[in-house]
């Protein structure tokens, strides 16, 4: 590996949003292309990101990106139906992803996480390139959970045999992935025909940092702590 660690960004936007119709484009916090603008802003102004790759089918997010006129982002305008639609596994687009992004490392990340800022880039860029010069290969963002989690029968993150109900804070940590980075190598996107390598570090965020915007109740929370993070978010 060269000195030079080249990150690159997988961004994917599609049209249409099952859940939470128009999702990566419609107002967000009064900012017109919400999420969609906040996400390129942070990922415009991290310096340690070479280029951002965005894909997607829809021309309005086309429009509204060519308009900023920014040489850091290259727009793959998808001409595979199959790419977008509520139906597309993940394995395709990781598939889509190695082919558009030449080389280097490829972060992925989402408009639906707007609290990983470009500070919080940075940090994980940094600690990737720690942590690939020892026993990992690759980085993907956790939220830690605590509490009582139980599958159909039992606990699973604590032994109610010992103690029927421990303090929270006493029970095992679970590791919710948020989807909010994933970065690993080209290489192993390849070789594995994944986004994350055998040995993936957990790097992890906050339960605000962590927000993913997945249904209606999670935009509009999103939304409030967004207008008032300054109550929430930790500098």
């Known amino acids: ?60 997010i086309i429009r509204f990106v060519r308009n900023l006129n920014n040489i850091k982002i290259y727009i793959h305008k998808r001409s595979d139906k199959a790419l977008s639609t509520s139906k597309t596994a993940t394995q395709k687009l990781i598939e889509h ?27 994980i860029i940094k600690k990737y390139k720690q942590i690939i010069k020892t026993k990992h290969d690759s980085l993907m963002t956790i939220t830690e959970i605590k509490g009582f989690i139980w599958d159909n029968k039992k606990p699973i993150n604590y032994n109610n045999k010992k103690v029927k109900w421990p303090k929270t804070q006493e029970t ?14 080209k290489e192993n996107y390849k070789k594995k025909k994944d986004r994350i390598g055998n040995k993936p570090y957990f790097y992890k965020l ?30």
């Open 172 to 185: 095992l940590p679970l590791n919710k992935v948020n989807s909010a980075v994933f970065l690993s190598s």
């Open 97 to 123: 992803a190695s082919n558009i992004i030449p080389d280097g490392h490829i972060l992925w990340t989402h408009v639906t996480s707007p609290f990983v800022t470009k500070l919080i880039y940075e940090k």
């Open 206 to 235: 906050s339960r605000f940092e962590g927000i993913d915007i997945d249904e209606f109740e999670d935009f509009y929370f999103a939304e409030y702590i967004f207008k008032n993070k300054k109550k929430f978010l930790r500098r």
């Open 1 to 60: 590996m060269s000195n030079k660690v080249k990150i690159n960004v997988f961004l994917p936007c599609k049209k249409n949003s099952s859940r939470v119709r128009n999702k990566n484009k419609r107002k967000f916090a009064d900012i017109d292309y919400g999420l969609l603008r906040i996400k390129i802003n942070q990922l415009v102004k991290c310096r340690l990101i070479d280029r951002i790759y965005l894909s997607t089918n829809d021309e309005k």
